[in-house]
Structure formats: structure tokens, C-alpha cells
């Protein structure tokens, strides 16, 4: 299988950073179930999400839960919301992802590298 290897200086172009949830909403419009996250990211401020999540984490796991996001990508518009960031996560077989996460408590904003 030949693969599409990024270059070092593309790579460092993607800001993935540590992050908080602050609040997490229900998203009815959206057109698979999801959650709208509001995520605090320390210096560079909070960030909306959006995430289809709702089958492994209820509201109240998510908040103060600490995880990883993308944050230059463009703003996306889903339905009636505009997302702000990319939060990451793994997807097994069965769909269900599961968000990356610093295995310890971290300042918001610190650079994943």
C-alpha cells in the first residue's frame, strides 16, 4: 500500500492543543447525533465544537474533561452552528469514538507535538 507522507514542516502546521470542556449542549439539527462543546483552550481562548459523541459519553462525563483538538482549521458550518475546531478522537469498529486526552491534568493551550 503506498502511503502519502506528510513532510516535517506540513506536519507542524496542524495545532493540535490541550483543551477543557466548559459546557456541552445538545445539537438536535445536527444530522447525526451530536453534542455542541464549548472548549477552553487557556491563552487562545474558548472554541466551539461539534461532536458525535453521544453514544459513548453523556453530558456530565464530558464536562471538565480534558482533550485534544485541532484549532487552525477553517470554521465549519454544520446546520445551523459554526464549528471552531476539530476535537480528536480514535474510531474502533463499532463507530463509537473515543476523545484523546493528556493521561495527566495540563495547561489549556499547550501545544501536542
Not at 492543543?17 to 477552553?40: Q, S
Not at 458525535?52 to 464536562?63: A, H, K
Not at 469498529?93 to 493521561?103: E, N, Q, T, V
Amino acid at each position: 500500500m503506498e502511503k502519502d507522507y506528510l513532510s516535517w514542516p506540513e506536519f507542524e502546521k496542524v495545532e493540535m492543543r490541550t483543551g477543557t470542556i466548559l459546557e456541552v449542549r445538545a445539537f438536535p439539527e445536527a444530522r447525526k447525533p451530536a453534542y455542541k462543546l464549548k472548549i477552553d483552550f487557556g491563552p487562545l481562548g474558548t472554541r466551539m465544537s461539534s461532536a458525535q459523541i453521544t453514544d459513548r459519553y453523556t453530558p456530565s462525563e464530558l464536562i471538565g474533561k480534558q482533550i485534544v483538538a485541532v484549532i487552525n482549521f477553517p470554521p465549519k458550518q454544520i446546520g445551523p452552528f459554526m464549528s471552531e475546531c476539530l476535537v480528536l478522537g480514535a474510531v474502533p469498529d463499532d463507530g463509537r469514538i473515543s476523545l484523546l486526552h493528556p493521561g495527566h491534568p495540563l495547561p489549556n493551550g499547550l501545544r501536542i507535538s
